[in-house]
């Protein structure tokens, strides 16, 4: 295979973060009452609170999906649909880094996380890119760039979940969405593109269900992140060494050191 070696538009990508920072920017400037949505389910009362932030993390993730169909529509080696697949971490990422930065208070800790996100957006746009072509000699790199990214979002999230003191119901919806997608492009990514819907979703239910057991656990917001990350990981490891073949003892045993120290490092923050 001839290797090859394509950069993105710098323009293009300084276009992208711009837009997508000024979103968030705005989250601190425009301040609107929440408005209560409430839902009746089998006598069950549900009720949500919507405001202008959650509104802008929503924008945020749109500009992030078009942002980076337009940046790939460059790429000399884009074959027509291609795109699609690299639309999910740059969604979740703004989706994910809007939740989080929602959750930080206006101070320094803001500003950190808001110089971060615009950093992680930066890394995921380049390396969705270097992903087109396999022949890219970024594609090793890029690949695992965006592995580690897809695992990191879900840390991220269930910290930020965790630290707004987010409902049950809308938790569980985000975790499972999250997760499901996170994993499912892990898979993609490592089994060459091939696109594994059931082991994601059987993922993504597992992690929920442990998300809801968790919920009311007396645990901090970076625990109850590490608490989750590990199963995602070592399920999402169980199945790519399962489905190319390698036995079932041989392929626990990666998942199982990974998850032991996880669950460690949460068990022993809370000393």
Same mark, same amino acid.
């Given at each position: 295979?001839?290797?090859?070696?394509?950069?993105?538009?710098?323009?293009?990508?300084?276009?992208?973060?711009?837009?997508? %920072?000024?979103?968030?920017? /705005? &989250?601190?400037?425009?301040? =609107?009452?929440?408005? +209560?949505?409430? $839902?009746? @389910?089998?006598?069950?009362?549900?009720?949500?609170?919507?405001?202008?932030?959650?509104?802008?993390?929503?924008?945020?993730?749109?500009?992030?999906?078009?942002?980076?169909?337009?940046?790939?529509?460059?790429?000399?080696?884009?074959?027509?649909?291609?795109?699609?697949?690299?639309?999910?971490?740059?969604?979740?990422?703004?989706?994910?880094?809007?939740?989080?930065?929602?959750?930080?208070?206006?101070?320094?800790?803001?500003?950190?996380?808001?110089?971060?996100?615009?950093?992680?957006?930066?890394?995921?746009?380049?390396?969705?890119?270097?992903?087109?072509?396999?022949?890219?000699?970024?594609?090793? %790199?890029?690949?695992?760039? /965006? &592995?580690?990214?897809?695992? =990191?979002?879900?840390? +991220?999230?269930? $910290?930020? @979940?965790?630290?707004?003191?987010?409902?049950?119901?809308?938790?569980?919806?985000?975790?499972?969405?999250?997760?499901?997608?996170?994993?499912?492009?892990?898979?993609?990514?490592?089994?060459?593109?091939?696109?594994?819907?059931?082991?994601?979703?059987?993922?993504?239910?597992?992690?929920?269900?442990?998300?809801?057991?968790?919920?009311?656990?007396?645990?901090?917001?970076?625990?109850?992140?590490?608490?989750?990350?590990?199963?995602?990981?070592?399920?999402?490891?169980?199945?790519?060494?399962?489905?190319?073949?390698?036995?079932?003892?041989?392929?626990?045993?990666?998942?199982?050191?990974?998850?032991? %120290?996880?669950?460690?490092?949460?068990?022993?923050?809370?000393?």
């Amino acid at each position: 295979m001839a290797l090859s070696h394509y950069k993105p538009d710098n323009d293009r990508i300084n276009v992208l973060i711009a837009t997508i %920072l000024l979103a968030y920017a /705005l &989250t601190r400037v425009i301040n =609107t009452p929440d408005y +209560i949505f409430r $839902v009746n @389910l089998a006598d069950i009362h549900l009720a949500f609170s919507l405001n202008i932030n959650m509104a802008i993390s929503f924008l945020a993730g749109g500009l992030a999906a078009t942002g980076v169909d337009w940046l790939l529509r460059g790429h000399p080696s884009i074959q027509p649909g291609e795109t699609i697949e690299h639309w999910l971490l740059p969604t979740l990422m703004a989706l994910v880094m809007g939740i989080a930065l929602y959750a930080l208070p206006t101070g320094v800790f803001w500003w950190v996380g808001f110089g971060l996100g615009g950093i992680l957006l930066v890394v995921i746009f380049r390396s969705e890119y270097a992903a087109v072509d396999p022949g890219d000699t970024s594609y090793p %790199l890029a690949t695992a760039t /965006l &592995t580690a990214l897809s695992y =990191t979002l879900v840390l +991220i999230l269930a $910290v930020a @979940l965790r630290s707004t003191g987010a409902r049950l119901v809308l938790l569980s919806v985000a975790l499972f969405i999250t997760s499901g997608l996170a994993s499912l492009r892990v898979l993609h990514l490592r089994l060459n593109e091939r696109w594994e819907f059931g082991w994601a979703i059987g993922i993504a239910l597992i992690a929920t269900q442990l998300g809801a057991a968790l919920h009311y656990w007396p645990l901090t917001p970076v625990q109850y992140g590490l608490a989750l990350l590990g199963p995602v990981y070592a399920l999402t490891s169980l199945a790519v060494s399962l489905i190319e073949g390698v036995p079932f003892r041989q392929a626990m045993i990666e998942p199982a050191i990974i998850l032991g %120290l996880l669950w460690g490092l949460a068990f022993f923050l809370k000393a």
